[in-house]
């Protein structure tokens, strides 16, 4: 009688149908063709043997989409040369029950091998590394890597393996979360942002943006959604997508990144992600031009010795309290004392607008030395030793008179 009861239980429990929803935080950037929205209903004579049937049938049905789209015509393989194919079964959304596999698929494919086998080009002319910075608006607050947002893992599902836009899309964990905030995308400095591309090797940045509205609570969701790019986060293209209610929030955004990758791809195409020219800049290099070219019989060398630079001796560090009323003045003021001989970087450490910033210099000489070479250039200096503060000569406090007698 127990073991009766046991078996009813099992089949009451095998009859209801369990909808199960994949979802992976995991980065795929392994380059394979992808092939999404397969559909099968298989049915066996259990579950597994349904499932197993059922991604059977995707390899199968993948391969013909596949086939369609690269070469025009559909094609078909035997089930072991498709084992061999396939990387990966990607379960957008599947029903499983007691002897029947209704699903949804996505079949990933060996990038080489199937171009090998169709006979077309595996190679995708990518952009450059392009790093990721995904904004999300919601309830009034701007998110980037602050704290764990449904946009950011919406990029992390999104497969790259059929855009021709080379992503970088960081962990959001460790100092993500200080080098990129909402703060960073309003930043126009080339300078920072430079060493920020230079931290994940990227040669500019794409700001991939959302801002969701919500008619009522448990009511529909609206998403506004915009591609900007460069650190003047410049627009590529915007839209909008609208779902029923917040259960339909990751397919709102997973559509949206996949607009997004089109309208970055469209743009790329229409030569608008160029890198910004001003991030690649290096100053100019110091060193003498050396000329291989063989010299004849007869032939005077001439040797170009260049600007005199002070003797080789050890470098002093130098700090520089200086005005900076705005933007300009930093700059201004950073030239004027990188030209002066010996000065081998200056750079400012402390960035104060509208009040007093400090410059870190590295000086191969005295720092007597550079107070001389700074009052020679039009600034009032004080102070002595490694600490000097520095104004332009109109700026300078009027001096006490001497006293009496």
Known sequence: MRGQLARIATLAAGAAMVLAVTSSRAQDGSGSFEVSGVTVDVTAKDADAARNGGWRLAQRKGWSMLSQRLTG??????????????????????????????????????????????????????????????????????????????????????????????????????????????????????????????????????????????????????????????????DAGSFSLRVANSDGLNALLDTGVRRMDEAYQAALRGGMLRPDPLLDFTPPSDQPVVDDTPLLPGDIPIIDEGPTLPAEGPVAVVTLQFDTPGVGAVSSAEASVRGIPGVRSAATSSLALGGVSVMRVEFAGDPAVLAVALSQRGWTVEGSGSTLRIRRGGNAAPAEAPPPG
Do not use: C
């Not at 990933?108 to 999300?136: C, K, Y």
């Not at 999104?158 to 909402?182: C, E, H, K, Q, V």
């Not at 430079?194 to 609570?217: C, K, M």
């Open 73 to 234: 015509k559909a094609g078909g393989l035997p089930d072991g040369t498709l084992d061999s194919l396939v990387t990966g079964i990607v379960v957008e959304n599947e029903q499983i029950g007691p002897n029947r596999y209704i699903a949804r698929l996505g079949v990933l494919f060996n990038r080489a091998r199937a171009a090998e086998i169709l006979g077309v080009s595996g190679f995708m002319t990518r952009s450059p590394p392009l790093l990721l910075v995904p904004m999300i608006r919601s309830g009034g607050a701007e998110t980037v890597f602050e704290r764990e947002t449904p946009w950011h893992a919406a990029w992390s599902r999104f497969r790259t393996g059929n855009t021709s836009i080379d992503y970088i899309r960081p962990a959001g964990n460790g100092t993500d979360a200080l080098l990129m905030n909402a703060g960073l995308t309003g930043r126009p400095g080339r300078g920072w942002w430079r060493s920020v591309l230079d931290q994940y090797g990227a040669n500019d940045v794409l700001i991939p943006q959302v801002t969701l509205y919500r008619q009522w609570p448990g009511g529909p969701v609206i998403g506004v959604f915009r591609a900007g790019y460069g650190p003047d986060n410049r």
